[in-house]
């Protein structure tokens, strides 16, 4: 398993002093890429609050069975169905004796043994030595381990209690590492991406407007790809039901004007912009005060150009790199290359989109791109269809080298990188 396959995870968190690493482990996980959610157990909370977990994990935490109350709105059988990864960490004796006799009396019981056959799940016990030596628990863990529960430590050292001896809980980051593999690297160690994503709402009137059919996913996907690489990231995201990734900053906006203002007030302090937003060309005119009433048989809408922000982006003097998206129906590089001229950026990332296949694209999963550089010696890259973050991993794995170059090359203005000249005068 890969931090590329971006895994849901359930964090289980019982009664230890261990549990105090738990919020580590989440992190752990989440720079990896993983979605997270966690459940404790009531003796968990003797030792941490659910409000940690919450915030590092960027959901509510879900702690009761049977409870209409569910923070998260999710029961244990939607919880056991969700997760493709239950870790249960720490797995205090008691826990691990409960996980192996097949209990369902309280949540995280409940999901480990709701869990279907697919799923990955895993203990890393934490506990006394004494407890740990135990037959009782040789015999529980010997159980989980026939049923397929891997079993993950436990480490040996001092121990809270004083003792010295094997009980320690494996440490967050080896946790996560041996079910997910290695952190990704840090290839955007302090850039700050300003990505745009979604389509733009241009209003007619209080309850209508113009519009297009993107879902956002290419931009939020490379937010998260970005913030995994361990870029701090902006977002500025027109109207979407996406959630914005943990992590990620995120500034909503309806209009291209509007999206233009939040861009420019956040471009001066980044060192990359992503435009992948699809934004309106056009706009009406005039915006109605009131909801227009139907009349005629026919009726006219004027439409004035929208700036362009990818644009402006790119014209501004020691402004970040800049990596614009051109979804193209035909002449596809043609058309691309076009544009990469016309709105002076570095690299435009030409959309392999298909007659006819525009929907498939604008809202699914998966993309392709070729990427052409304003740099003349740089050559076209051509990246294959692929799931959206696993195609923003890619393009970030090709950008990074550029903007590395370009910063040792000197501030916001251009290195020697051959990413292009000096920018001043475009
Ligand atoms: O719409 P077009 O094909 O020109 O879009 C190409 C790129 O320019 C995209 O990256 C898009 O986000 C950006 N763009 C923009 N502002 C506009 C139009 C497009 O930033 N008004």
């Known amino acids: 398993m890969s931090w590329h396959e971006n895994k849901r995870v359930l964090v289980g968190v019982s009664g230890a002093i261990a549990a105090y690493k738990s919020p580590a482990l989440v992190r752990c996980l989440v720079q990896r890429g993983c979605e997270v959610r966690v459940v404790m157990t009531r003796a968990a909370e003797q030792f941490i609050t659910p409000l940690t977990l919450q915030a590092v994990s960027g959901h509510p935490v879900c702690r009761h069975l049977l409870s209409a109350d569910t923070e998260s709105g999710m029961g244990h059988i939607e919880l056991a169905r969700w997760a493709e990864v239950i870790v249960v960490a720490p797995a205090g004796a008691d826990c691990i004796a409960r996980l192996a006799h097949g209990r369902a009396d309280d949540l995280l019981a409940a999901v480990v043994l709701a869990a ?61 590492a041996e079910l997910i593999g290695d952190a990704p690297p840090l290839l955007l160690d302090g850039v700050e991406a300003l990505i745009t994503a979604g389509p733009t709402w241009e209003a007619l009137d209080p309850v209508r407007g113009l519009t297009n059919r993107s879902s956002g996913k290419m931009g939020y996907a490379l937010a998260r790809a970005a913030r995994d690489f361990g870029a701090r990231v902006t977002l500025v995201s027109g109207p979407v039901t996406l ?184």
């Open 243 to 426: 959630d914005a990734p943990n992590g990620v900053r995120r500034v909503d906006v309806g209009s291209a004007e509007e999206m233009l203002e939040a861009v420019m007030a956040e471009a001066p302090a980044a060192d990359w912009f992503i435009g992948v937003a699809a934004v309106a060309d056009y706009r009406p005119a005039r915006v109605a005060a009131h909801k227009i009433a139907k009349k005629d048989a026919r009726m006219r809408i004027e439409l004035v150009r929208n700036p362009d922000i990818l644009a402006a982006v790119a014209a501004m003097k020691r402004g970040p790199f800049t990596l614009g998206f051109a979804a193209e129906t035909e002449n596809v590089i043609a058309h691309a290359r076009q544009k990469l001229t016309s709105k002076g950026v570095d690299v435009m990332a030409a959309n392999q989109v298909g007659s006819g296949d525009a929907g498939d694209v604008l809202g699914g999963d998966e993309n392709a791109v070729t990427l052409l550089h304003k740099a003349p010696r740089r050559g076209d890259v051509a990246l294959e269809k692929t799931d959206k973050y696993r195609l923003a991993v890619q393009i970030i794995e090709h950008i990074a080298p550029l903007l590395a170059a370009r910063r040792r090359g000197g501030g916001g203005g251009r290195g020697n990188d051959g990413t292009g000249g000096d920018r001043s005068g475009a």
């Open 116 to 176: 279907a056959g697919d799923v990955e799940v895993a203990v890393a016990p934490a506990m006394n030595r004494q407890m740990w030596e135990s037959p009782a628990t040789q015999r529980n863990l010997a159980e989980l381990a026939q049923r397929g529960v891997r079993i993950i430590g436990p480490a040996a050292g001092d121990q809270a209690c004083g003792e010295t001896g094997p009980g320690r809980m494996t440490e967050p980051d080896d946790i996560a």
